[in-house]
């Protein structure tokens, strides 16, 4: 792994995930992307994280190397604080991630988990056409879907590895929908257990997954991620997706939609600040809980931005990528001002 800052800072940083091998693009359009683009319009360190993605490499080694990265941006780019006290952070500063594809599915993760209050974190997250679930990736006749389905048998050992949210940061905010099926026969079965364990509700039928294995479909639940135990404060995200990829414009629809929900359940402080509420329930509430409701959705909409292209949509040196990049850039610019 190699941490390369591009560009001398005062006291934000922007890390950049490249978007990954074995994808279309490769990694050859970064520069493109950091030194004409983003460094043009952002007054920071910008910071790429070559994390470690291949046949030798597999995961969780990707999400280790971003994990470790981010230590040492915080460590040797973020300012000190002049004056130590017992129970604050050392350092001050912003920090904003992002990343497209692979790259935007960790830098998804990154957001979600390294946002702590009271804490230098993560406060804006920049995804283009992240990859957020690789569980959902059932047969049908898209490219894409086949592709990625062909992927994850590349880049995961074993099941339970893109089973984990830290993989599959959807699943910080639901449910896989799913049981875990079984490794291979060939792998070995004292490998790493991993970071966390998943919510495993409900009970279905058997059913065949596209990597024609039986699983147990499962009840569909929201989480409660993040709970006000955890101490996490959820960063602003802008997504951008294309519609001409129906599997990743799908996967950034559902993302955004759960994200604004998990910010308006933070925001609440009463019962219906904590859950989507249904049309009867609202039809109950008085007037006055209705506008606080529409107020704190307005507020996650704000938070949340998806814009979706008539294209592919993602980051290059094409017209309309450069034109998406410039817009990442100009809203970077703000949140980290």
């Known amino acids: 792994m190699t941490i390369s800052p ?24 970064d520069p493109i992307i950091i030194k004409q683009l983003l460094a043009q319009k952002l007054p920071c360190h910008i910071v790429q994280i070559n994390y470690r993605l291949g046949n030798l490499h597999t995961y ?15 460590e040797h780019l973020l300012p000190k604080r002049s004056i130590s006290r017992v129970g604050r952070s050392e350092t001050v500063g912003k920090v904003a991630v992002c990343g497209e ?6 830098a998804a993760m990154l957001a979600l988990t390294e946002c702590r209050v009271g804490q230098p974190g993560i406060v804006a997250a920049a995804l283009s056409s992240p990859i957020v679930d690789w569980v959902e990736q059932a047969p049908d006749t898209d490219a894409t879907t086949a592709q990625l389905t062909d992927l994850r048998g590349k880049l995961f050992r074993k ?13 910080f905010l639901r449910s896989a929908g799913y049981t875990i099926p079984p490794a291979p026969p060939d792998v070995l079965a004292n490998d790493m257990d991993y970071l966390v364990s998943l919510n495993r ?43 001409k990829s ?64 008539q294209d592919l949509g993602l980051w290059d040196d094409s017209v309309p990528g450069r034109a998406r990049i410039a817009k990442v850039g100009h809203w970077l610019r703000k949140v980290l001002q």
Not at 65 to 70: A, H, T
Not at 159 to 171: G, I, K, Q, R, T
Not at 214 to 222: D, G, N, P, Q
Not at 246 to 264: I, S
């Open 101 to 106: 594809l692979i790259g935007g599915g960790l």
């Open 159 to 171: 099941p339970e590895h893109y089973f984990d949210p830290f993989a599959s940061p959807m699943l």
């Open 6 to 29: 591009w560009r001398a800072t005062a006291s934000a940083v922007l890390i950049y995930l490249p978007r990954g091998p074995h994808l279309p693009g490769g990694n050859g359009h």
């Open 201 to 243: 509700e409900g009970s279905g039928m058997a059913v065949k997954s596209s990597m024609d294995e039986e699983v147990t479909l499962l009840k569909r639940t929201a989480t409660r991620y993040p709970t006000p135990a955890l101490g996490l404060r959820l960063p602003s995200f802008y997504l951008q997706a294309g519609s």
């Open 246 to 309: 129906p599997v990743l414009y799908g996967q950034a629809d559902e993302f955004t939609r759960r994200l604004r929900q998990a910010h308006v359940r933070q925001a609440g402080q009463v019962d219906f600040g904590r859950k989507v509420l249904t049309e009867d329930e609202l039809d109950e509430m008085n007037e006055s809980d209705k506008q606080e409701v529409a107020q704190r959705e307005m507020e996650a909409r704000e938070k949340v931005r998806l814009d979706v292209s």
């Open 60 to 74: 969780p080694a990707p999400v280790h190397d971003v994990l470790k990265g981010y230590d040492w941006i915080k």
